[in-house]
């Protein structure tokens, strides 16, 4: 009796297993079909185990029994494929690599107004408009109606000239704010990191439950981290994982090592470092660019490769590498410690850095380059210049005997003027007044026909009478006619092209250089959102919730329920026949 009524019991105990059991996977199903619609939910997997044996028959010669008592769960499997995971976040991290380049050559080519949805308005038309006009005073130089539209044709190229570097401009800054909002983003996910490894390694430590809720918010900071920058990562015995962002280390279950933006010498601009490290830059710009090498990860380098290092201006485009040599002084005599000389290589070393890299920097200098060279090869016809030596030393002066003049008989006045600085100053060397070429402002600083610091000519724009197009005796047609040769000349060079090009080729020769660079940029693109879509499914697939399957299985429970109800009512309508029928007390 005491045996049978054992088994009894023991198969009460039984079916109770398989009520708790069947129960909690009842539960994690409901909680997956909860959650179908939730992201970065990943759907729990009960696995049902055998619960303890008891030994029976402990004295028999051959084998020992075993009773069992149950089943019981095993583990909820947290339903991830981690080689899926590492593919999907390497290639959105190439995504947003590519995305944010090929969004800044967009921008470009939208400021530039060539995009293939703008027609008509591009500043091609305003280099067309300016040389038609040119075209118009060269037939009737005299004629206050050819001289007005010229004036307001100049007018005009320089506000659009402007506003488009003002653009370009603008749009660096935005890029520059971005990544400091981007870098600030990246130090709460490191933090995030760090408060989420200590609450997991607190739950898992004991082997018996799995932070499955912790985990998914975990994962999907891994994945928001991994858009930002090309990551490893490996989890521990404890459930917490390290992150390494560009080989260094980001964050663990301890703390977090923040990235720190650092302003560029003598700019704005910021560059990203690691103050744990030494204040070791996060990229470098002399970095090789390649897929194989794996270097074309995360949004934030892309970020950082489109803004660039500099802002940079005609000057730095035909910049060459300056020499200390040329920057020896009595304090400096070496020149190296020149503060001139250092800052010249500093703005030398920011600009080529950067150049090759940055659709952004090229374009912003070369643009700049062209309408530079426009405006002094205009002034230039207006004001010949030659150079003379008196009492060994040089001088740039204005070459009167060639300079055409106004209709009052003045001259060395240009068409566009810098700001704040006039183009000659008359000093007299040795009883003769020289026009004498001034390049320092009123503030007495060095003053360049940049885009920022030219305007068309006041006195011009109030008077047109004021363009110098006339000569001796009448209206000077061959002032005029250098003027429309001005734009045949093959005197510009772009990038590292050898052939000379005029304004018109130049300016075709930069637009093509952006377009082609956004193909590349575009398909690279499209083809890692393409790629990273596909992987994502795939996880999906994996860690999804698919409601046919979860209803299955909670049908499944449902029965197992029952059954094991069922269970506990035979055990206990037969030990209530033991007992009644035995006469047990």
Known sequence: LT????????????????????????????????????????????VNGDKSYNFVGTTAATTTGQKGLGVSIAKINHVRDMFLDAAYRKEYG??????????????????????????????QKNISDFLQSINEVAKTPGDNTARSA????????????????????????????????????INEIGSQLVTLNRNISKIETGGYETASNLRDQRDMLLDELSSYCKITYNEGDNGSVEVYIEGNKFA????????????????????????????????????????????????????????????????????????????????????????????????????????????????????????SSMVQEINNVFCPEKVITIGGKEYTVLDTDKAPTTTDGEYGIELFTRNFCDRYTVTNINGTD???????????????????????????????????????????????????????????????????????????SMINDVANTGKIYNSMSTNETTLASQLDNQRQQVMGVASDEELSNMIKFQQAYNASSRFINVIDDMIQTLINNLGVR
């Open 150 to 185: 010229l004036v307001q044709s100049a007018v005009q190229f320089i506000d659009s000239a402007q506003t488009i570097y003002k653009g370009l401009v603008n749009y660096q800054s935005n890029l520059n704010a971005e990544i400091k909002t981007t870098v600030s983003r």
């Open 434 to 508: 020289y026009y004498v070429r001034n390049n320092i402002n009123t503030f007495g600083n060095n003053s360049a026909y940049t885009i920022m610091n030219i305007s068309v000519n006041k006195d011009i724009v109030q008077d047109y009478s004021k363009i110098p197009l006339s000569g001796n005796g009448g209206d000077a047609y061959n002032t005029a006619k250098e003027l429309v040769d001005v734009f045949s000349k093959k005197i510009m060079r772009y990038n590292d092209s050898f052939d000379g090009m005029t304004f018109e080729e130049f300016y075709e």
């Open 252 to 371: 663990d279950e301890m703390s977090y090592n923040s990235l720190q933006c650092k302003a560029f010498q003598g700019t704005d601009l910021v560059d990203i470092v690691w103050p744990a490290f030494n204040e070791e830059s996060l990229y470098s710009y002399s970095e090789v660019i390649a897929t194989s090498k794996n270097t074309d990860i995360g949004g934030l380098k892309g970020l950082f490769i489109a803004r660039g290092a500099s802002t940079p201006t005609y000057e730095h485009a035909d910049m060459k590498e300056p020499v200390p040599d040329d920057y020896i002084t009595a304090q400096y005599p070496d020149g190296t410690g020149n503060p001139e000389y250092l800052r010249r290589k500093n703005e030398y070393d920011l600009y080529t850095q950067s150049v090759d890299t940055s659709a952004l920097v090229n374009t912003i200098a070369n643009f700049d380059k062209l309408i």
């Open 3 to 46: 045996e049978e009524y054992d088994m009894g019991m023991a198969g009460l105990y039984v079916g109770l297993s398989g009520l708790q059991t069947s129960s909690n996977s009842l539960n994690t199903t409901a909680n997956n079909l909860a959650n179908v619609n939730t992201s970065g939910y990943v759907r729990q997997q009960v």
């Open 94 to 123: 190439r995504q947003g690599f590519y995305d944010k380049l090929y969004d800044s050559v967009l921008e470009i080519e939208t400021q530039m107004g060539e995009t293939d949805y703008i027609t008509g308005i591009g500043f």
